[in-house]
């Protein structure tokens, strides 16, 4: 396989501790080698930052609520499709982007694994259809069980064998990477109309509170030592004063210790904490609670987070928050979707328009940043857009730039029709940090690749790693205009994904060979599971139990993670 | 000696039940017997197995009527040179074969600059132009038949078109809080006839033919408990309406299902829109879904693989390297009747018998291929026919139900020998049309 | 005997399913969709016995088809022919701009045709393909 040698760009690697030193980086047999032969091609990176492939921790790139947002958003396509190319199909959609078009513009970012934030397992098979026609990038999903009423009955009788059983075959039958936690109980209550909004609100008949199934997840998380922790969208999502139930959520965690062979170090990762991190028991009287959050992760350095940062744009919510989604079709009259999955979750799609005019929009664009410049620790704190809830993925280049240049922050700051009354209900004027570089790769990078368990593979530079690595037009001592920023990271000179060229001067040259990352984690046979599985596949399910398995050829391409969970 | 395999899916239709059991002979070659199947499930796999009516090879039409067999090369190369050189060929159907065929059927189209459309042209196309303005509060079918009580047929006829719909989904089972199944069901009908679907309902509604529309906008009054001026609507008694609503809004759980009758009828996506807006308004009150009663038993499925490609449902427009969408205009039916199109390619469906006849017409006037394993009114009056094995009887493949749910289809017989499968010729025209296309 | 007008629906049937499935092609095709369901009161208007063949119109084209006596009635003034060529070779291609045709609700004529052959479904769509009609 080809070999190359990348020299003098400025390396921005946590991995390897480099911090924007001048070094060279080669590539041989798609991974990253100390040294390589004089026929190695030499791509010459002066005066430019390189890194590794950056690794997205979540967002809704894949699946049926995905499809059901394009479907039902023909207007999402209009201006920006792009025709079909020499080395791309056509390409298409804003805030919901063609299969294509999401590998696409993920890999001319320089980002080259990403992970699918929700998949319904019943519909498994089709979230891998559309992994499997999203081109370049490496991808896992997250299997859903904050819902599940496998996981409330093994959870309420106590039965953490029976709970790590059938985690462990939902995560095989639907190739799924992690434990995803999704408004836990809400979206059950959701079946008959109602929610759960504080951890302690109980499931209507199956009389369980969020708190017990966050805690009973995170428990047989750690005792099947998976790569990453519990993913979780806590309850109460939007609403003013909900740092109340985040915090509560959060405190579960508390204490408590990883298992895993995988260097994982934290036991909870809470994603979109933006849209968490409200004061305030109004939209009158809606403020930042950043503060408070980003002291608590701070202090707990067994969490990490995204930010899901608002970009300001108008886009596309969906989650599998379904009644948060009917909530807010409730305030904006924009069109709702609803999918009620049985016996495992709910979904809801609602377009949005974050209008920088509009004061509370401007307070949740301010919290997101004040999140990441708060936090102590970039390596536990990651740059993400929950796309397309708060704002569509190529707006990272757009959040690098205001993370690291304030006069960028202040600037839309003064520009909002409502500043003073934005500035005095957050943090942000007041906040000058720039974040660096290497702070960046590690928010973009390291931290993710770490959190997911696959710093040996991912988000690094160290040699024996996948060959996933980015450069980019910009040196960081020589910026005189953020707008530079923007600019470097939305088009990268040149992309490697597994050791093959797959950028070139921003555009595309080849669409890989993308793999599909599951975990597979063995654990002892458990016949009571087995006959629970196959009563209520009879007696409940809408499908027959041989049919619910995600069979191997939608995973053409599979890059198992196996775990022995004995 | 028989072989038995279950857990098989039936290629009819939206219903795609995945319990049939199916007997075959040892070889695998014969299906002697179908279980679970309703009549035209069964039918379909039987009637398959039956060689003596089966066209096994390609055959080209000739100046008198009547067809000569050619190679599956030969129709390979006719329908490639077809697509390259047409200006605006149209590649319509695929609502009858699985997601792999599909997939390879757009990338044809997009090198060609094809129109690429789906039954839901004649089917529940108004349904996706509905969705697209109001949205669709909906679930799973295993959601209605575990807490569902109240259950509207609005303008469809299930006990003909989705046979086993109301015994496998929403009137007779026993779900988890439903367990005395119908008993605990109030099902109410709306349609213009008193229909077999209607003798099982609690309440019929025979709505004047073409006036659901202003029935569905007076339940949406009754339900928000406005009053209704006039003494009739839509053929129907103002306290009927009164009644039927106050049904809906005691119930804990209620899913509208729809169909034909209000997809196809004058209003159109207007009657569509009315209706997922009542379902709205009464997530006001109670829990309420709506499912569309999907055709065929992969219509859905083509409408997500051109939804993730492409980015819409149905209708799209690639003939300018990028994609458009506009149903009234980019819909087969109108680029038919406008004579826009110079080839027309079909698979996995049957314009000829389910299209308007203007437009079958026009349709045997044009350079056309059609892929189907029947003999059908549109393979009649195509100039090639090419047969190929029937999905999910001799080779598998995804399919979507119609709540979206993702079934795999399964190989259960061999197909006769020789033939190709639907992805086979459509890699052979992809082949084809690269090459021609290269040069 | 005379000539009604009432209003055409077409749709789905279980026969129309089955022999759709055993072949289109088939006699057993013609006799589940070359019908025309028709109300009780609408024969006594027509003046003709059941099953005897029909010559149904509208604006957009004509065809001979069985008429029988309602299967799924009563509903006078309607009439039903299942889903298929003889239903199309009379239903509406109008779409009003929404790309969907109006398959449900044709004002269509009745005429006794008690003479005149139901087409087999093949012969029928070529006769209107490439016929003088």
Redesign the interface.
């Known amino acids: 396989m080809s070999e190359y040698i990348i020299k003098n760009g400025k390396v921005y690697d946590p991995k390897t501790g480099l911090k924007g030193d001048v070094s060279d980086v080669c590539i041989k047999d798609g991974k990253i080698a100390d040294k390589v032969s004089s026929k190695a091609k030499v791509i010459d990176a002066k005066g430019k930052t390189v890194m590794a492939g950056a690794v997205e921790i979540h967002a809704h790139v894949?699946g049926?609520k995905?499809?059901?947002g394009?479907?039902?958003?023909?207007e999402?396509?209009l201006f920006t499709?792009?025709?079909?190319g020499k080395h791309t199909?056509?390409a298409?959609?804003f805030s919901?982007p063609?299969?294509?078009k999401t590998g696409y513009e993920y890999a001319r970012m320089g980002y080259t694994t990403v992970m699918e934030a929700a998949m319904p397992p019943?519909?498994a098979?089709?979230v891998h259809?559309?992994i499997k026609?999203t081109p370049i990038i490496d991808e896992g999903a997250f299997p859903v069980f904050g819902n599940n009423?496998f996981v409330f009955e093994y959870l309420k009788n106590n039965e953490m064998d029976n709970v790590c059983a059938y985690i462990s075959w939902l995560l095989k039958t639907t190739k799924g990477y992690a434990i995803k936690i999704v408004n836990p109980g809400g979206s059950e209550a959701w079946?008959?109309?109602e929610n759960c909004t504080t951890v302690n609100d109980p499931v209507p008949?199956f009389d369980i509170t969020p708190a017990e199934i966050v805690k009973g997840l995170l428990t047989a998380n750690e005792q099947l030592g998976l790569p990453h922790s519990i993913h979780i969208h806590s309850n109460n999502l939007g609403n003013p004063g909900n740092i109340e139930t985040t915090l509560a959520t959060l405190k579960i965690a508390e204490g408590v210790r990883p298992n895993n062979k995988f260097g994982r170090e934290q036991v909870l990762h809470h994603t979109h904490v933006q849209f968490h991190s409200y004061k305030g028991d109004s939209w009158g009287t809606f403020e930042s609670g950043a503060k408070e959050i980003a002291d608590y992760f701070n202090k707990n350095k067994n969490m990490t987070m995204d930010l899901g940062c608002v970009t300001l744009d108008e886009t596309t919510t969906m989650t599998a928050d379904g009644p948060f989604e009917?909530h807010l079709?409730s305030l904006n009259h924009l069109?709702?979707?609803?999918?009620?999955?049985?016996?495992e979750t709910s979904s809801g799609?609602?377009p949005y328009v974050y209008d920088p005019n509009i004061k509370v929009c401007a307070i949740q664009w301010a919290i997101g940043l004040e999140l990441g410049l708060l936090a102590k620790d970039p390596m536990r704190t990651f740059i993400t857009t929950d796309h397309p809830n708060a704002g569509p993925f190529t707006r990272y280049p757009r959040i690098m730039k205001w993370l690291m240049s304030d006069k960028s922050r202040q600037d839309m700051l003064k520009g909002f029709k409502h500043s003073d009354k934005v500035i005095a209900a957050t943090n942000l004027a007041s906040l000058d940090r720039e974040l660096t570089m290497f702070e960046i790769a590690q928010m973009t990078r390291a931290g993710p690749a770490k959190s997911l368990g696959l710093y040996d593979i991912f988000g690094g530079l160290a040699k024996g790693m996948d060959a996933d690595v980015a450069i980019f037009d910009i040196d960081e001592d020589k910026i005189k205009d953020p707008e530079q920023i923007e600019k470097a990271f939305t088009a990268a000179d040149c992309v490697f994904k597994s050791g093959t060229m797959v950028v070139e001067n921003g555009e595309i040259i080849s669409s890989g060979n993308k793999r599909t990352l599951w975990v597979d984690a063995k654990v002892p046979e458990n016949k009571q599971v087995e006959r629970d599985v196959q009563m209520k596949f009879l007696?409940?399910?809408?499908?027959?139990l041989?049919?619910y398995e995600v069979?191997n050829h939608?995973v053409p391409n599979p890059y198992v993670i196996e775990v022995d969970s004995n | 000696m028989s072989k038995t395999v279950t857990d098989v899916i039936c290629p009819f239709c939206g219903t795609l039940c995945d319990d049939l059991v199916v007997i075959t002979d040892d070889e695998g070659k014969k299906i002697l017997n179908v279980e679970n199947a309703c009549a035209i499930g069964a039918e379909k796999f039987l009637h398959s197995s039956d060689l003596s009516h089966r066209v096994t090879r390609p055959r080209k039409l000739q100046e008198d009527g009547s067809f000569k067999e050619i190679t599956y090369d030969e129709a390979i190369e006719y329908t490639a040179q077809m697509l390259v050189n047409a200006k605006k060929p149209s590649m319509y159907g695929w609502s009858s074969t699985n997601c792999e065929a599909q997939s390879v059927g757009h990338e044809i189209a997009e090198i060609c600059g094809a129109l690429v459309d789906n039954t839901a042209a004649v089917c529940h196309g108004t349904t996706l132009v509905a969705v697209q303005n109001v949205g669709i509060p909906s679930c799973t079918l295993g959601e209605v038949k575990n807490r569902a009580d109240r259950i509207v047929f609005w303008g469809c006829n299930p006990a003909h078109a989705h046979p086993r719909h109301m015994s496998r989904y929403s009137i007779f089972p026993r779900g988890y809080f439903t367990g005395k199944g119908h008993k605990q069901r109030k099902i109410i009908v709306v349609d213009p006839r008193p229909t077999d679907t209607a003798s099982i309902a609690d309440v019929h509604l025979q709505v004047e033919q073409g006036y659901d529309y202003e029935l569905l906008q007076a339940f949406r009054a009754a339900v928000r408990g406005q009053e209704i001026t006039g003494d009739i609507i839509a053929g129907v008694p103002k306290e009927k309406v009164y009644e039927a609503a106050e049904i809906l809004r005691s119930g804990r759980f209620g899913v509208i299902f729809f169909g034909m009758g209000v997809t196809q009828s004058l209003g159109k996506d207007h009657n569509i829109d009315a209706a997922i807006m009542l379902t709205k308004d009464l997530n006001d009150y109670t829990k309420f879904s709506i499912i569309a009663m999907r055709g065929h038993y992969n219509v859905t499925g083509s409408g997500q693989v051109l939804g993730w490609q492409f980015g819409f449902p149905y209708a799209v427009d690639l003939t300018r390297g990028f994609a458009r969408y506009n149903p009234g205009e980019t819909g087969t039916i109108e680029v038919l009747k406008r004579k826009e199109i110079d080839a027309m390619f079909v698979l996995g469906s049957d314009p000829g018998a389910h299209f308007p006849m203007q437009c079958v017409k026009e349709i045997s006037n044009l350079p056309s291929v059609a892929i189907d394993p029947h003999i059908t009114p549109t393979t009649e009056i195509c100039k090639v026919h090419v047969p190929v094995a029937f999905v999910a009887i001799e080779v598998g493949g995804n399919c979507y139900r119609m709540d979206n749910v993702p079934i795999e289809a399964k190989k259960v017989v061999e197909p006769p020998e020789g033939m190709m499968t639907d992805t086979e010729f459509l890699k052979g025209v992809l082949k084809r049309v690269k090459e021609l296309k290269e040069n | 005997m005379s000539t009604i007008t009432i209003n055409l629906i077409s749709g789905r049937t279980i026969q129309q399913g089955v022999s759709m499935e055993g072949g289109k092609e088939t006699d057993k095709y013609m006799k589940a969709c070359g019908i025309i369901e028709i109300d009780d009161s609408d024969f006594k208007r027509l003046g003709i016995m059941k099953n005897t063949n029909v010559k149904v119109k509208s604006q957009h084209g004509e065809v001979v088809v069985k008429a029988i006596e309602a299967t799924q009635g009563p509903h006078p003034g309607v009439g039903f022919i299942p889903m298929g060529p003889w239903a199309n070779s009379v239903t509406n291609p109008e779409t009003y701009s929404t790309g969907m045709p109006t398959f449900k609700g044709v004002i269509i004529t009745i005429e006794p045709a008690e003479t005149e052959k139901v087409l087999n479904s093949i012969e029928l769509v070529r006769a209107k393909c490439w016929g003088d009609n």
Request: zero cysteines.
């Open positions: 894949a049926p995905v499809n059901e394009r479907n039902y958003r023909p999402d396509k499709y792009k025709p079909t199909r056509m298409g959609g919901i063609t299969t294509f019943l519909y098979r089709h259809e559309e026609d009423w079946g008959w109309g008949y009917h079709t069109k709702w979707a609803n999918v009620d999955v049985e016996l799609i609602v007696k409940f399910y809408s499908m027959t041989n049919n069979s939608y």
